[in-house]
């Protein structure tokens, strides 16, 4: 695979893209602003994207003129699609161990004093959970499930 550098006015959003990706877009500029554009957009040879809308509408709030591409040739249309919603469900799959997502933050706040924590994605309130969380609600009590703000830090599901 090789990944190629390609104008962002060269490539189409795939209009039936079902994410809903606006305030992802506003949070991931940030963490673009700070790390730079490092997670390539998967495009089909139309230069249609199947992979990377909410990265496209950051760099575009960040004036960028280009971003890095992957083209790939599913084979067929049906294909495509289905690697776009794969895609975008296949973060789901995954699960925070809060243990160990607590080790490392508390790494990096003794490592470098001046981090911005905000920058790891986490929001204030989903920082202050994450202590709450690593014992999987285990002996938890009323007043600690108040602190979570009625937010999971993990899929941002509110109740």
């Known amino acids: 695979m090789k990944i190629e550098q390609v104008k962002i006015s060269d490539l189409k959003e795939w209009d039936k893209n079902p994410r809903k990706n606006?305030?992802?877009?506003?949070?991931?500029t940030k963490l673009i602003g700070k790390y730079g554009f490092v997670n390539p957009v998967i495009a089909t040879p139309d230069r249609v994207i199947r992979a990377g809308h909410t990265r496209i509408k950051a760099a575009k709030k960040l004036g960028l003129k280009k971003v890095p591409v992957i083209f790939i040739d599913f084979g067929?249309?049906?294909k495509a699609k289905g690697f776009s919603i794969a895609d975008n469900k296949s973060m789901e799959w995954a699960e925070w161990d809060f243990s160990a997502l607590e080790a490392v933050i508390e790494e990096i706040k003794a490592?470098?004093?001046?981090?911005?924590l905000e920058m790891i994605g986490f929001?204030?309130?989903?920082?202050e959970a994450i202590?709450?969380?690593?014992?999987d609600f285990k002996e938890i009590d009323e007043s600690k499930l108040k602190q979570i703000k009625n937010k999971c830090p993990e899929c941002g599901f509110e109740w």
Do not use: G
């Not at 490592?111 to 911005?116: M, Q, T």
């Open 22 to 28: 606006d305030t992802a877009a506003d949070k991931l």
């Open 76 to 78: 067929s249309e049906t």
């Open 111 to 116: 490592e470098d004093l001046d981090f911005d």
């Open 123 to 127: 929001e204030a309130d989903e920082l």
């Open 131 to 135: 202590d709450i969380l690593k014992d």
